[in-house]
């Protein structure tokens, strides 16, 4: 299964290969302050299966072992990589050209949610990070 993205102003555009390892909403501070959003979706891939097509990707280190991806002339958070997750990549759910296609299977780092987002839709629940594997 292959599946295409984009940012929201459309310079960069990217193809990536399936399977999905994991899908999840993540609620740590890092992806709020990243998104602008309150949590954020993500879908994980094997990295070498992600192709960017078009435009220009900005990386940077949110934290010591994290790299983040943007694009460079929306700012479009589009991408995540942990170095203790070797090859993989979690890429930003809402940039995908149809969304719906996937469907999150957990809500991860709920130890930072914010008091005023409420989770009723019965998906388990980590305080912090839960691997697929
Ligand atoms: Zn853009
Ligand atoms: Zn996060």
């Known amino acids: 299964?292959?599946?295409?993205?984009?940012?929201?102003?459309?310079?960069v555009t990217f193809r990536v290969t399936g399977?999905?390892?994991?899908a999840c909403f993540?609620?740590?501070?890092?992806?709020?302050?990243?998104?602008g959003g309150v949590y954020v979706p993500w879908a994980t891939f094997a990295k070498d299966s992600l192709i960017v097509?078009?435009?220009?990707i900005h990386e940077h280190h949110s934290s010591p072992q994290v790299t983040r991806s943007f694009c460079s002339k929306c700012g479009t958070s589009l991408t995540y990589?942990?170095?203790n997750r070797v090859g993989q990549i979690d890429i930003s759910l809402?940039?995908?050209a149809d969304p719906s296609e996937f469907s999150p299977s957990a809500h991860i780092w709920v130890s930072d949610k914010l008091p005023w987002v409420t989770i009723d839709d019965g998906l388990p629940q980590y305080a912090e990070w839960v691997t697929s594997d």
């Open 1 to 11: 299964m292959i599946y295409s993205g984009r940012c929201f102003c459309g310079d």
């Open 19 to 22: 399977p999905v390892k994991f």
């Open 26 to 35: 993540c609620h740590c501070e890092s992806c709020r302050r990243a998104s």
């Open 53 to 56: 097509t078009s435009g220009n």
């Open 81 to 83: 990589e942990h170095e």
């Open 94 to 96: 809402s940039s995908f």
